[in-house]
């Protein structure tokens, strides 16, 4: 290739690259309802190569073509909507059973040649026995003791979507601190009074997708440490969970029962136990 025709390219390539930049211009765009922090990630995609998209104080900062500004204002007029304000409910239901039963059969008998003890002494229950002038015994006892309790608490709050709430109950617990002082030779000893919170809920952030909702949820449980008063254990957890306005979605629970059973000398012992509970949540749209 000759060197006139090497120079002819090299300078059509030059040309067009600066015909590129300058044709770039800069455009202050300022967000009306949505955070710029959400806006870019949606925008950045769409700029052409050598643009550049940034943001400050909530106004979009646009380096691109005329045209590709005007694709980027269009994208904007349907993202750029006022947030959907929703009401989120959150449903606890808290299911407990618990059975005790006892029976035994206890005899007390005694003679020259015999002497039979099988002793109960529990006095829980109906109790039937017989006792003749000799002092000897026949004794039935039968006992059984149920109890059930349901708890079930709705909370609410309110939020724009695409942001965080936080729901949650729990209390102040007063915990005593000791602090040692040394002054002047002396040791001084100051009870002092700190009041934790101690409380459990949650963290939950809506995203809408029509009439169908995405929940980033993030619970916190605490409570305090029963080995070490002044300690509260905390557990967090994450998860993500997918349903429609209007309609309750489980987030999970607890289903879990125990049974013991204790048999000897003729006393016999039953224990039930139940647990059930259940989290659900609840966004619906306000208009």
Partial sequence: MKASTLIILFLLVISTSLSIAESMKIEIIPMKNRMVEEVIPIIKPLVVKGGTVTGMNNQLIVKTTPS????????????????????????????????????????????????????????????????????????????HEE??????????????????????????????????????????????????????????????RGNNVVLTVSPRFAQLNQNEKNVINVQNIDTTVHGKLGEWISLGGIDQSLRASDKRNLINKKQYNEEKSSILIKVDEIK
């Fill in 68 to 143: 590709n500004i005007q694709l980027i204002k269009s994208i904007l007029i349907q993202i750029d909507n006022a947030p959907r304000k929703l009401l989120i409910s959150v449903t606890r239901n808290n299911n407990n059973k618990f059975s005790n039963e006892e029976g035994g059969f206890s005899i007390k008998y005694d003679s020259k040649n015999i002497n039979i003890t099988s002793p109960d002494t529990g006095e829980k229950g109906i109790i039937v026995q017989n006792k003749n002038d000799d002092g000897d015994v026949i004794r039935y006892r039968k006992s």
């Fill in 147 to 208: 109890t059930e309790t349901r708890e079930n608490n709705i909370f609410y709050v309110n939020t724009l979507e695409g942001n965080p709430a936080f729901i949650n109950t729990g209390q102040l617990i007063p915990i005593r601190n000791q602090t040692t002082v040394v002054t002047s030779g002396a040791v001084v000893v100051q009870d002092n009074i700190e009041h934790r919170n101690v409380s459990s809920g949650f963290y939950i952030t809506p995203k809408l």
